[in-house]
């Protein structure tokens, strides 16, 4: 990464303890390679952008592996989405997002 800080929050590790993902300070969901010690970083990867950070910015986050790490889901909004976690198109989890006995959700409802 030559020396560059990686920074964000709402951390989550891959269960092969391989990969970090973590919603970033932009406001996207980015992920890195960690070696074996968990001590070196590489290979920092934005997988959804978001929208610069800010208000009324699009946020991104809450990022969490699937139990066999083949997916990872998040929230933007109200909604959950599931990508690659190596990249691609990212899917809503519509029936996962769905409002339940008419109540209110607040924009992490889903986290």
Do not use: C, H
Not at 78 to 107: H, M, R, Y
Request: hydrophobic share 35%; aromatic share 6%.
């Amino acid at each position: 990464m030559n020396g560059a800080p990686v920074q964000g929050s709402a951390v989550d590790w891959a269960p092969d303890a391989g990969v970090i993902a973590y919603a970033d300070t932009k406001g996207g969901i980015s992920r890195v390679d960690v070696d074996p010690t968990g001590t070196q970083f590489s290979n920092v990867q934005q997988l959804v952008a978001g929208g610069g950070g800010g208000p009324g910015a699009a946020t991104n986050g809450f990022p969490m592996f699937d139990p066999e790490g083949d997916g990872l889901a998040y929230t933007s909004g109200k909604t959950l989405f599931l990508i690659p976690p190596s990249g691609g198109s990212d899917v809503p989890l519509t029936a996962a997002s769905t409002v339940v006995n008419d109540a209110t959700v607040a924009p992490s409802e889903n986290s």
